[in-house]
C-alpha cells in the first residue's frame, strides 16, 4: 500500500501563537486516520494546517508526492485536499446546489453523487445554506468536501449534530469510499469508539504534540490508554 | 507700521471652488499690477477657505478681526456666507466688501457691507426690458430653487409684465438637479417664445445641452438666460451649441475697451491661459475699491473712514463704468447683453446692446 | 393551576414551499424532563423559534401558563418565564461574562431600563452573578472579552445567560454541542438541578444524555409528531428505531 | 407622456451604468466602497482629457474609460484595499472616502476645478420623433446610445453572474474567504478581477454620464448619494435588483417633476424612504435572501 | 462588596485623565483667547459626534441623516430667538424639546432593515427636512439663511462677544453637562441592553430586552442631544442657514466619531479635536489642496490602524517580534 501523505517536524499556530508542536505522522492510501485529543489539544489546528488555512511555522507536509506546504491553500484543494471545516462554514449567500457547484472538479464525485447519499440536501437543492437546520448542514459539509474529489478527505468533527441514524450510514459511507474509491480520511471526533471501528491508524494530541500513534484496533483494545490520554473510558 | 491687512474669505474646495479660484486670481492680480504698498502702508491678502459653510466663513471672520486684526474682510461665495459675517462687520466696524454672492438684500444685513459684483434683479431686468421689444412675448421662466433664483425669476417677470410680454409658467429646478429633462419637456410642451433661466454657474452647460438635445430651437423657442449660464469660465468648451444664446450680464470677457483687454491679457498670463469672469472681475474691483479707499485715508485706514471712502467711489472697470452707490453701498454698473459669436475659433459673449447705470431694482421695493 | 405549562396546537410553518412545523400539537407538563428528538431537519429548532417568537406561525396556537401568546412579542415570552438556549451560540462579543451575565440578571429583576444607577450598583445582582459565574466555572475568565473564550467556555456562557433568566420554561437546543464527551453530562447536571417545577425542553442528538435526562419525549419527523411516550417505549418504537435511532442504539432499552 | 417615460427610462438606465460597479463591490464583495464615485471620476476625465487633447474619437473613449479606472482599481486592491476586506465597514467608509478626498484634490490640482464638458459625436446628438398629438415619442440619440450599451451590460453581467461559476465563486469567497480557499476558490485573483471589473464599470458610468450630468473634481461627493440609493433600494444580492430600482427611479422622478415640478426634490427621497420602509432589504431581493 | 461588584463598578469609574481633561478644556478660552472661536466650534462637533455614538457605537444603529437633528435644533433654537425671546438657555431647552419630539417620530423608521438601509433611511429623511427648510422660505429665510437672530446674554450676565470667549464657555459647559449625562447613561443597565443589542439583537430578544422601544428611546435622546449641538451653533453665530441639514454634515460627524473611535463617548471629543485642529491647520497653508491631505490622514489612520497610529512606539516592536 503507497504512502499518500506524509507530515514531518511540523510546527504551526495563529499568529505569533504556536499551537502543534513537531508533529510528524504519515497515512497510506485509502487508509483512515481517527485523530483524538481532549478539547483544545490541536486537532482542528492540524487539520487547518493541511489545509493551509493557519500560519506554519516549521516542518514539511506531502501528498503522494507533491510539497503541500509550499501551495497556496487554493492550490492545495487542486492537489487533492478536501476539507470539512469544523464550524462547517456553509457559504451562506449560496444554495445548497450552489455551494456545491461552487467548488466541484471534475472526477468521480458529482453533485447528483452527494444528493444520492443525503437526500435530505436533493430536497433542499435551492435553500440557502443559512436556511439548512444543523444536520443539514453538516451533510453539505461532507458533501461540498466530496465533489473537490479529493485524495485525501480532512473531517474535523462531522458527526456532530447528526441523527444516531445519519451517523451510522455516514460512518458507513465513509468505510464504503475509503475502502472501494481509495480515498485517505482523517477524522477528528469527540467519541473515540464511533471512529475507531472504521479507522486503520489513530493519533492522539496533547497539548499539541503527538501523544500516541497506533493502529486504530490496537488503540481500542486498549481502554486504559483511552482514559488516560482523552479521559474517556467507553 | 504694521501691515494693511485685508482677510479674504472663500470658497477654495468643493463645488463653489471656481468662484474661490477666479476672485483669488483677480485680487492677485490686482496687487502685482498695482504694488503691494499703498500710502507707505504694506497690503497683506490672507486667504481662508470657508468650504461654502456659513457657520465657517463667520469663524474665520471671527477670528480674522480678532486675532490678526484684518482692516478689511473681503471675498463671499455664497449669499449666506455674506449674511453670517454681516453681524461681525457690524461689531467690530470693519468694511466687508462682498465680491460675488449676489442676492439682493446682502447689503441691507450690516451698514459695513460693499459689493463690487452685481445682484441678479439688476441682470434680469435688463433681458425683460429686452425681450418684448425683439419679438418675445411669452416666456416660461426655469430657475434654480433658492434665493437668487427665486429673485432672478420675480424680478425677470415683474419687470416683462410691466412691458406688456406674459410669463406663461415658472418652473424651479431643485438646486441639486442631474437632469434637467422632465423641466425641458415641460417647457417644450408650453411652446413659449423663449425660455429664460438662471442656474448657478456650472449647471448651465448641461441646461444649455439638453436644451438643445430636446430640438427647443428647431421647435421655435429661445434660450434667454442671465450670464451665468454662459459664464465664460467655461463658455469655451460648450460648443458650437452655445452660438447665438443672448443673455445679459454687467461683464463678458469680450467686454470692448482697452482696460478691459489688458485686464483679459495679464489675467491669462498669469493663469495658465484661463479666462476671467464675472467672479473674477467682482474680485478685481474689490481690490480697487478696498486700494483706493486706503489711499484716500492716507494710509491710516479706521474702519468707519474706510467704509466713508468706499462710499461714492466712481471708477472705469474692465466692465466699464461703475460707481458705489453712497446710500445702499451696491454696485450701479452698465448691464450689457450680449449674444454668444465666435471669435478666432474661440466663443465669446459678445455685447450688442446696453442698459446704462441700472440700480438694483430689489433696493426699491 | 393546571399541570400543562406550555403547550401549542396545530402549529404549522412553512418556507415559500418547504412545510418544516406541519399541524405540532405538543403539551409541556409542570416539572418535565422532556426531550425533543428527530431525525436532521425534521423541525426540532424550527418548533422552538415559533415557541419563543423568533418566527411567526403559519398556523395555529401557541399557550403559556394558560394565556394564548401566538401573537406576543418575543421578550415579553420572556418575561413571563420562558427562555431558551440556542444550537449556535448567540452571545454578545464585546462583553464580558461577568457583564453579560450583570446585564441578563438586571433586565430580568426589571432594571433594564433604568438610566441612572450604575450597572453592579445593586448587590443583589451583583450576588447572583458571582453565584451563577461560580456554577458554570466562569469566575476566573469573568473579565476578558466573550470573543476571546475557546469555544467550550463560551457554550457554558450560554446556558449561564438563560438559567440568569430564572426560567419557568427552558428550552434547550443542542446544548452539549461541541461540548467534550467527559464535560457533557456535568453540564446537564446543572440543568437537571433547577427546581423541580422548572420544565424542561431537551433538544439532542447524544442519545446516552437524553435517556439519561428525559422522563418524557416527543419524536418529531418532518415537521410533524411521529410519537410521544416515556423513554422505553421510545427506545423500543421500531419505527423510531429505523428513521431516527437506527441499531446501535438498542442498549437503552 | 411617452417622451416622458423615454427620458425616465434613459435617465434611470444612466443611474444604473453609474451605480452598478457599486453594486458589485457593495453587495457582492460587500466592501463599502465610497470611493466608487472617484473611479467613474477617473473614466469621465479620461474621456474629456483624451478627447480634447488627443482627439480620440468618442467611442473609442469607451473602452479606455473603462480599462483605465479597472487598472486603477486592480493596482489599489492589490496594494491598499486587501487588509480592509476583514475590518469593520466603518473603517472601509473613512478609507474609501478618504481616497477620495484625495482624488479629488488631485484631480483639482492637475486638471483644476471647472466643468468639463464633453463634445458628443454628431450622430449621438439629434433626436427622432415618431407618432403626433399625445402620444408623440422623442428620443434623444445619446439618451438611446445610453439605454442601449446598458441593456448590453446588463445582459452581460446577469450572465456572469448567474451563468458562469464566477458568481457562486465569488459570492462563496465574500461569505467565508478562508473556507473558499481551503475549498480550491482562487480568493485573490476572484476578488482581483471582480474589483477591477466594478472600477473598470464605474469609470465607463462616469464617461457616459459626464454628458448629462456634467463633470467636475466634486463629482464623487455630489452623486454619491444617488449610487447609493439605486443600490439601497435595489437591495444588494444581484444586479437586477438595481437595474429595476434605478428604472423605477428615473422614470418616478422624470415624471414626478414633470407633473408636479413643485414637489421636485422631494419625490425620490420620499419614493425612498417608503420604499425601504415597507421592504427594508431591497425591493427586489430574492426570497429570503441574505439577512 | 464582592469581586464581581467592585470590576463592574471599576468600568464606570472616572479615571484621573479625565476631570484634567475637562479641566484643560475649561482653561483653554483662558490661555488661548485667540482660539476661543474654534473651541467653541470644536465643543458643538464635539457635542454633535457624541450624540452619534450614542446610536452608532453603542447601539450599532448607523446613520447618516444626524444632521436632520442638528438642523432642527439650529432652526428652532434661531426661530425661537428671533420671534420668541433672545434667552440661550431657554431658546436651548426648547430647540432640545422639539428635537426630542422629532426624534421619536423618526425612530420608527429605523426599526428594521440593514445597516444600508438604516443608511439611506435617514439620509432621505434629513434631505426631505432640507427641502422643506428650502420651501417654507417666509419662515427660515430660505437659502439664504435666516438672519437677524439676536441672542441675549447667557444668565442674563454673559453677553456674546466679538471674540467668542463667551460662546466657548457656554458650548463646554453644555457638553460637559451632556456628557455627564451621556456617561451615566452608558454605564446603566440600559446601557448595557444597548450594547446588547448591537451585539446581538436575536439574543437580546431573547433574554427579554424589548429591542424596539430601546432602539426608540435612545434614538430620541441621541437627537436631543443632536439638536443641542444644532442650537449652539445657532445661537453662537447669531444665524441658521440651510447648510445644516445637509448631507456632508452628516458625513463629517460620522468621519470624526470613527476617527475617533466609536463606543466609548471620548472618539467625538478626540475626533472632533484631532479633525477640526488639523483642518484649520492645512487649509491655512493650502486653502486649495488641504483636503488631499486630510483624505491620506484618513487612509493612512486605516490602514495602519487607530491604536498604532496614536502610539508610534508599536511600530517597530512589532516587527522584531516576528523575525
Ligand atoms: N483562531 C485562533 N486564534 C488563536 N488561537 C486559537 C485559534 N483557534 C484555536 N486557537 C487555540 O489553539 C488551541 C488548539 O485549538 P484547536 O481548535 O486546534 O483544538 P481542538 O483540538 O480542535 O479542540 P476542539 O475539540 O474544541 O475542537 C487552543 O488552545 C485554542 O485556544
Ligand atoms: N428560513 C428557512 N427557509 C427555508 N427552509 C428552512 C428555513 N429554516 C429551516 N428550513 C428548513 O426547515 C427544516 C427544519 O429545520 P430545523 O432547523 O427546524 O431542523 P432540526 O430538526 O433542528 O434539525 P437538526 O437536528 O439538523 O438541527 C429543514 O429541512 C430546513 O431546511
Ligand atoms: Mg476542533
Ligand atoms: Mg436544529
Not at chain 5, 446603566?188 to 439583537?201: K, Q, V
Request: glycine letters at 10%; proline letters at 4%.
Amino acid at each position: 500500500m503507497p504512502e499518500l501523505l506524509r507530515i514531518e517536524s511540523l510546527s504551526a499556530g495563529y499568529g505569533e501563537a504556536v499551537v502543534l508542536h513537531d508533529v510528524s505522522l504519515a497515512l497510506g492510501e485509502g487508509q483512515t486516520l481517527a485523530l483524538l485529543g481532549r478539547n483544545g489539544t490541536g486537532k482542528t489546528t492540524l487539520m487547518n494546517t493541511i489545509a493551509g488555512a493557519t500560519r506554519q511555522h516549521a516542518g514539511t507536509i506531502t501528498l503522494g508526492g507533491v510539497a503541500l506546504h509550499k501551495l497556496a491553500p487554493h492550490q492545495r484543494a487542486a492537489a487533492g485536499i478536501g476539507w470539512v471545516p469544523q464550524e462547517r462554514n456553509i457559504f451562506r449567500s449560496l444554495t445548497v446546489h450552489e455551494n456545491l457547484t461552487a467548488v466541484a472538479r471534475a472526477g468521480k464525485w458529482t453533485p447528483d453523487g452527494v444528493y444520492a447519499m443525503f437526500p435530505r440536501l436533493a430536497e433542499r437543492k435551492t435553500n440557502l445554506g443559512t436556511q439548512l437546520s444543523g444536520g443539514e448542514q453538516q451533510m453539505l459539509a461532507v458533501g461540498r468536501a466530496l465533489v473537490v474529489n479529493p485524495k485525501l478527505l480532512l473531517l474535523d468533527e462531522p458527526l456532530e449534530g447528526l441523527a444516531p441514524i445519519i451517523v451510522e450510514e455516514l460512518l458507513a459511507a465513509i468505510r464504503r469510499i475509503t475502502r472501494e474509491e481509495g480515498l485517505s480520511a482523517i477524522i477528528v471526533e469527540q467519541h473515540p469508539q464511533a471512529v475507531l471501528a472504521i479507522s486503520d491508524e489513530a493519533v492522539v494530541l496533547d497539548r499539541g504534540t503527538v501523544v500516541h500513534a497506533s493502529s486504530a484496533q490496537a488503540l481500542s483494545a486498549q481502554p486504559e490508554v483511552l482514559e488516560r490520554l482523552l479521559g474517556v473510558s467507553r | 507700521e504694521e501691515a494693511f491687512k485685508i482677510g479674504l474669505i472663500l470658497p477654495m474646495t468643493g463645488q463653489q471652488a471656481t468662484t474661490g479660484r477666479q476672485i483669488e486670481a483677480a485680487a492677485k492680480l490686482y496687487m502685482a499690477q498695482n504694488g503691494d504698498t499703498v500710502a507707505g502702508r504694506k497690503v497683506q491678502l490672507i486667504i481662508k477657505d470657508d468650504t461654502s459653510l456659513p457657520d465657517v466663513t463667520r469663524r474665520l471672520a471671527q477670528e480674522l478681526v480678532v486675532n490678526d486684526k484684518v482692516n478689511v474682510l473681503a471675498g463671499f461665495g455664497i449669499t449666506p456666507s455674506a449674511m453670517a459675517t454681516a453681524p461681525i462687520a457690524t461689531q467690530s466696524k470693519t468694511p466687508q466688501v462682498v465680491m460675488a454672492a449676489a442676492t439682493s438684500a446682502i447689503t441691507e444685513a450690516s451698514p459695513y457691507i460693499v459689493r463690487t459684483s452685481f445682484t441678479l434683479p439688476q441682470v434680469s431686468v435688463a433681458l425683460a426690458d429686452w425681450a418684448p421689444k425683439n419679438g418675445i412675448k411669452t416666456v416660461v421662466t426655469l430657475v434654480s430653487d433658492y434665493g437668487p433664483g427665486i429673485d432672478a425669476e420675480k424680478f425677470f417677470k415683474d419687470r416683462l409684465t410691466f412691458n406688456g410680454g406674459k410669463v406663461t409658467e415658472s418652473l424651479r429646478v431643485p438646486l441639486r438637479n442631474p437632469d434637467f429633462a422632465p423641466f425641458l419637456q415641460k417647457v417644450r410642451d408650453a411652446k413659449p417664445d423663449a425660455l429664460f433661466v438662471f442656474v448657478p454657474s456650472g449647471a448651465g452647460s448641461a441646461v444649455m445641452k439638453q436644451f438643445l438635445e430636446r430640438g427647443m430651437d428647431k421647435a421655435g423657442i429661445k434660450l434667454i438666460a442671465t450670464g451665468d449660464v454662459t459664464d465664460d469660465d467655461q463658455l469655451n468648451d460648450m460648443g458650437d451649441g452655445a452660438l447665438g444664446v443672448v443673455t445679459s450680464h454687467h461683464y463678458s470677457a469680450a467686454h470692448p475697451s482697452a482696460m478691459n483687454k489688458k485686464f483679459v491679457e495679464a489675467f491669462g498670463k498669469a493663469n495658465k491661459g484661463l479666462r476671467p469672469n464675472f467672479m473674477a472681475v467682482g474680485g478685481y474691483d474689490g481690490m480697487r475699491v478696498i486700494y483706493e479707499a486706503l489711499k484716500k485715508t492716507g494710509g491710516k485706514g479706521g474702519g468707519d473712514a474706510l467704509l466713508a471712502a468706499m462710499k461714492g467711489q466712481i471708477f472705469e472697470s474692465p466692465r466699464g463704468p461703475v460707481f458705489i452707490d453712497a446710500q445702499t453701498r451696491d454696485i450701479v454698473q452698465n448691464v450689457y447683453l450680449r449674444k454668444v459669436e465666435k471669435k478666432d475659433g474661440q466663443l465669446y459673449n459678445v455685447e450688442f446692446d446696453v442698459i446704462k447705470d441700472v440700480k438694483d431694482p430689489g433696493k426699491n421695493k | 393551576m393546571s399541570d400543562v405549562v406550555l403547550s401549542c396546537k396545530g402549529l404549522v410553518k412553512r418556507f415559500g414551499g418547504i412545510t418544516a412545523t406541519n399541524n405540532v400539537t405538543l403539551e409541556l407538563k409542570r416539572g418535565a424532563r422532556h426531550a425533543l428528538i428527530g431525525p436532521n431537519g425534521a423541525g426540532k429548532t424550527t418548533l422552538i423559534n415559533l415557541l419563543t417568537g423568533v418566527l411567526e406561525p403559519t398556523e395555529g396556537s401557541i399557550t403559556l401558563e394558560g394565556r394564548d401568546i401566538t401573537k406576543l412579542a418575543p421578550h415579553l415570552r420572556v418575561r413571563s418565564g420562558m427562555v431558551r438556549t440556542f444550537q449556535i451560540n448567540q452571545l454578545f462579543a464585546s462583553m464580558t461574562p461577568l457583564e453579560t451575565l450583570a446585564l441578563v440578571v438586571s433586565q430580568h429583576r426589571g432594571l433594564g431600563a433604568s438610566i441612572w444607577k450604575r450597572l453592579g450598583a445593586d448587590a443583589a445582582v451583583t450576588q447572583r452573578c458571582t453565584e451563577l459565574l461560580e456554577q458554570f466555572r466562569l469566575a476566573e475568565v469573568m473579565n476578558q472579552r466573550t470573543e476571546h473564550l475557546a469555544y467550550g467556555k463560551r457554550r457554558l456562557l450560554e446556558i449561564a445567560i438563560a438559567l440568569a433568566c430564572e426560567p419557568r420554561v427552558l428550552l434547550l437546543d443542542e446544548p452539549v454541542a461541541g461540548v467534550p464527551a467527559g464535560e457533557r453530562e456535568e453540564l446537564l447536571q446543572t440543568v437537571a438541578a433547577l427546581p423541580a417545577d422548572v420544565s424542561v425542553l431537551l433538544i439532542e442528538h447524544d442519545m446516552d444524555l437524553v435517556f439519561s435526562f428525559a422522563n418524557r419525549m416527543t419524536v418529531l419527523v418532518n415537521g410533524t409528531v411521529l410519537t410521544e411516550g416515556d423513554p422505553d417505549q421510545i427506545a423500543n418504537d421500531p419505527e423510531v428505531k429505523a428513521v431516527y435511532l437506527g441499531h446501535g442504539e438498542d442498549a437503552h432499552a | 407622456m411617452l417622451t416622458i417615460l423615454f427620458d425616465g427610462i434613459a435617465y434611470g438606465m444612466l443611474l444604473f451604468v453609474l451605480a452598478v460597479g457599486l453594486a458589485v463591490t457593495m453587495g457582492l464583495m460587500n466592501f463599502i466602497n465610497l470611493a466608487h464615485g472617484a473611479f467613474a471620476m477617473a473614466g469621465g476625465y479620461v474621456t474629456v482629457l483624451l478627447m480634447q487633447h488627443a482627439g480620440v474619437p468618442f467611442l473609442v473613449c469607451l473602452p479606455i474609460a473603462f480599462v483605465i479606472p479597472a487598472l486603477i482599481g486592480a493596482v489599489l486592491e492589490r496594494t491598499l484595499y486587501r487588509p480592509l476586506y476583514n475590518k469593520p465597514h466603518l473603517d472601509q467608509v473613512l478609507f474609501s472616502i478618504g481616497l477620495t478626498f484625495m482624488a479629488v484634490a488631485a484631480v483639482d490640482f492637475f486638471v483644476g476645478s471647472t466643468q468639463q464638458i464633453i463634445q458628443l459625436p454628431e450622430w449621438l446628438k439629434g433626436r427622432t420623433e415618431i407618432g403626433s398629438g399625445d402620444w408623440i415619442l422623442g428620443m434623444g440619440h445619446y439618451r438611446l446610445f445610453i439605454i442601449a450599451v446598458c441593456a448590453a451590460l446588463t445582459v452581460a453581467l446577469q450572465f456572469v453572474l448567474a451563468k458562469t461559476r464566477f458568481g457562486s465563486r465569488l459570492r462563496a469567497s465574500v461569505d467565508d474567504q478562508r473556507v473558499a480557499a481551503g475549498l480550491g476558490i482562487n480568493v485573490n485573483i476572484v476578488f482581483l478581477s471582480t474589483f477591477a471589473v466594478g472600477s473598470g464599470l464605474a469609470g465607463l458610468g462616469g464617461a457616459l454620464g459626464a454628458e448629462v450630468l456634467g463633470l467636475d473634481p466634486s463629482f464623487p461627493l455630489k452623486f454619491m448619494i444617488y449610487f447609493l440609493i439605486v443600490v439601497a433600494v435595489g437591495g444588494t444580492s444581484s444586479i437586477t435588483g438595481p437595474l429595476l430600482a434605478a428604472l423605477l427611479l428615473g422614470v418616478a422622478d422624470v415624471a414626478g417633476k414633470y407633473y408636479i415640478p413643485k414637489m421636485g426634490a422631494f419625490i425620490v427621497y420620499t419614493l425612498m424612504i417608503v420604499i425601504l420602509i415597507w421592504r427594508p432589504q431591497g425591493l427586489f431581493v430574492r426570497s429570503g435572501g441574505k439577512t | 462588596m464582592n469581586a464581581a461588584q467592585k470590576s463592574l463598578l471599576q468600568a464606570s469609574r472616572w479615571r484621573a485623565w479625565e476631570p484634567a481633561l475637562w479641566a484643560a478644556a475649561f482653561i483653554a478660552p483662558m490661555v488661548l483667547p485667540s482660539h476661543a472661536a474654534i473651541i467653541n466650534e470644536i465643543a458643538i462637533v464635539a457635542l454633535f459626534a457624541m450624540s452619534l455614538d450614542l446610536v452608532l457605537g453603542f447601539t450599532g444603529i448607523v446613520s447618516l441623516g444626524h444632521a436632520a437633528f442638528f438642523g432642527f435644533g439650529a432652526y428652532s433654537a434661531a426661530l425661537f430667538a428671533k420671534h420668541v425671546m433672545p434667552d440661550p438657555l431657554v431658546g436651548l431647552a426648547v430647540a432640545i424639546a422639539g428635537c426630542t419630539l422629532l426624534g421619536a417620530v423618526a425612530s420608527l423608521t429605523i426599526q428594521r432593515g440593514s445597516d444600508l438601509t438604516r443608511l439611506m433611511v435617514t439620509l432621505g429623511f434629513a434631505l426631505i427636512l432640507l427641502e422643506l427648510a428650502n420651501k417654507l422660505d417666509w419662515l427660515t429665510g430660505g437659502a439664504d439663511g435666516l438672519q437677524g437672530v439676536i441672542l441675549g446674554p447667557v444668565l442674563g450676565m454673559f453677553a456674546f462677544d466679538l471674540g467668542g470667549k463667551t460662546a466657548a464657555y457656554y458650548s463646554l459647559a453644555v457638553l460637559l453637562v451632556f456628557f455627564v449625562l451621556a456617561r451615566r447613561l452608558v454605564h446603566s443597565p440600559f446601557g448595557a441592553t444597548l450594547e446588547a443589542i448591537r451585539d446581538n439583537r436575536l439574543r437580546a430578544m431573547a433574554i427579554g430586552i424589548p429591542v424596539s422601544s430601546r432602539i426608540a428611546v435612545v434614538y430620541t435622546i441621541a437627537a436631543a442631544l443632536a439638536g443641542a449641538a444644532g442650537a449652539l451653533l445657532a445661537q453662537t453665530t447669531g444665524f441658521a442657514s440651510l447648510d445644516v441639514f445637509e448631507f456632508h454634515r452628516s458625513a463629517d460627524v460620522m468621519l470624526i466619531l470613527v476617527v475617533g473611535g466609536t463606543g466609548w463617548l471620548y472618539g467625538g471629543i478626540a475626533g472632533a479635536i484631532v479633525f477640526k485642529l488639523m483642518q484649520d491647520a492645512l487649509s491655512a497653508i493650502t486653502p486649495q489642496y488641504w483636503t488631499f491631505w486630510i483624505g491620506l490622514f484618513l487612509v493612512v489612520l486605516v490602514l495602519v490602524g487607530r491604536e498604532r497610529l496614536l502610539k508610534p512606539w508599536t511600530w517597530f516592536a512589532k516587527k522584531g517580534g516576528a523575525a
